[in-house]
């Protein structure tokens, strides 16, 4: 497949957003790894489905109602422009679903978590446990951190001497281009409109590193043989499954623990991900040193903060 025909795959469809403040497109990751798909592998097991919880248990008997908030994005939640959901929360839920014995799933819009599971849905994937409300987060199928990617074979993490006076591409505002601005670090700062266009740049050699939420970084990558993981510059936080009411969460539990073990949790997410390593404490770029807080203005100083009313520089009268 031509680098050309990539490009075009990547640039032509509709997504539901970027993680981590990054906007970027999709890729169909089916086109580049030899992975099945988890629909693959529920068709082999559909047979032997039997519900392993009570259907008082759930808002709709025979089905696993899925919340999938409204904030969630690539590659967790890909919304194509005819209304087609996939990525790894998709995949995820039918595999739990599998193994809660539901041969139904059906997906849910959600804005609030506790709101949700009280009237609409049955989980909600894709929380971490301080934006879950009132809810239990069970376990961690993804991980969130500010990743790093470049051209070339490299060991990750790297050191951050690697990235001294490098030319690195990230979209100005995100959060992750906002979190490399707390390491004092000497690079060339290289925005972009959107991740899309910074990896094509790091693929042509206009710039040496993107920086970017790792697991959308590597949905990209995953379109660039030749392009690598690097490290993260914060430790990870686990992403998990938001469930409430002790009977639900029991069988939720035990349901991801078997997708897990049995290799289809490594399914779901190396067909959007690709080799992307779960990421740890261990995941880090080496070397860097946070940037020093400067002190605050002593009361009365010219660099004090202004007293309210005032500006606290000089503007001509209009």
Same mark, same amino acid.
């Given at each position: 497949?031509?680098?050309?025909?990539?490009?075009?795959?990547? $640039?032509?469809?509709?997504?539901?957003?970027?993680?981590?403040?990054?906007?970027?497109?999709?890729?169909?990751?089916?086109?580049?790894?030899?992975?099945?798909?988890?629909?693959?592998?529920?068709?082999?097991?559909?047979?032997?489905?039997?519900?392993?919880? %009570?259907?008082?248990?759930?808002?709709?008997?025979? @089905?696993?109602?899925?919340?999938?908030?409204?904030?969630?994005?690539?590659?967790?939640?890909? @919304? /194509?422009?005819?209304?087609?959901?996939?990525?790894?929360?998709?995949?995820?839920?039918?595999?739990?679903?599998?193994?809660?014995?539901?041969?139904?799933?059906?997906?849910?819009?959600?804005?609030?978590?506790?709101?949700?599971?009280?009237?609409?849905?049955?989980?909600?994937?894709?929380?971490?446990?301080?934006?879950?409300?009132? %809810?239990?987060?069970?376990?961690?199928?993804?991980?969130?951190? @500010?990743?790093?990617? /470049?051209?070339?074979?490299?060991?990750?993490?790297?050191?951050?001497?690697?990235?001294?006076?490098?030319?690195?591409?990230?979209?100005?505002?995100?959060?992750?281009?906002?979190?490399?601005?707390?390491?004092?670090?000497?690079?060339?700062?290289?925005?972009?409109?959107?991740?899309?266009?910074?990896?094509?740049?790091?693929?042509?050699?206009?710039?040496?590193?993107?920086?970017?939420?790792?697991?959308?970084?590597?949905?990209?990558? $995953?379109?660039?043989?030749?392009?690598?993981?690097?490290?993260?510059?914060?430790?990870?936080?686990?992403?998990?499954?938001?469930?409430?009411?002790?009977?639900?969460?029991?069988?939720?539990?035990?349901?991801?623990?078997?997708?897990? /073990?049995?290799?289809?949790?490594?399914?779901?997410?190396?067909?959007?991900?690709?080799?992307?390593?779960?990421?740890?404490?261990?995941?880090?770029? @080496?070397?860097?040193?946070?940037?020093?807080?400067?002190?605050?203005?002593?009361?009365?100083?010219?660099?004090?903060?202004?007293?309210?009313?005032?500006?606290?520089?000089? /503007?001509?009268?209009?």
């Amino acid at each position: 497949m031509t680098r050309q025909r990539i490009f075009t795959i990547v $640039a032509g469809l509709l997504v539901a957003g970027g993680l981590a403040g990054c906007s970027i497109g999709p890729v169909n990751l089916d086109d580049f790894i030899g992975t099945p798909s988890v629909e693959e592998a529920r068709e082999a097991r559909r047979s032997e489905l039997a519900p392993v919880i %009570a259907g008082s248990a759930l808002k709709e008997e025979g @089905t696993l109602t899925v919340g999938i908030p409204a904030t969630e994005t690539v590659p967790l939640s890909i @919304t /194509t422009a005819d209304g087609v959901q996939s990525g790894i929360d998709i995949d995820l839920a039918h595999a739990l679903a599998d193994e809660l014995g539901l041969s139904s799933v059906s997906f849910v819009p959600v804005d609030g978590v506790d709101a949700a599971l009280a009237e609409t849905c049955d989980i909600v994937m894709g929380l971490e446990p301080g934006d879950a409300g009132s %809810a239990t987060v069970i376990g961690g199928y993804v991980q969130s951190a @500010t990743g790093l990617f /470049t051209r070339g074979d490299v060991t990750a993490p790297v050191d951050a001497s690697s990235l001294s006076g490098a030319s690195v591409g990230l979209q100005e505002g995100s959060v992750s281009a906002q979190l490399v601005g707390d390491f004092e670090l000497d690079i060339v700062r290289t925005p972009f409109a959107n991740l899309n266009d910074a990896f094509e740049a790091l693929e042509q050699g206009s710039v040496q590193y993107v920086v970017c939420d790792a697991y959308a970084g590597a949905y990209l990558a $995953a379109a660039y043989p030749d392009v690598s993981f690097a490290g993260t510059f914060d430790e990870p936080a686990l992403v998990g499954i938001a469930v409430s009411g002790p009977e639900l969460q029991t069988a939720v539990q035990s349901a991801l623990e078997t997708v897990e /073990t049995g290799g289809v949790g490594d399914i779901a997410r190396a067909r959007w991900v690709g080799d992307l390593p779960t990421l740890t404490a261990e995941s880090v770029i @080496t070397g860097l040193v946070e940037r020093a807080e400067e002190p605050a203005a002593e009361e009365g100083s010219e660099d004090a903060e202004p007293a309210e009313g005032e500006t606290g520089t000089e /503007t001509p009268a209009e």
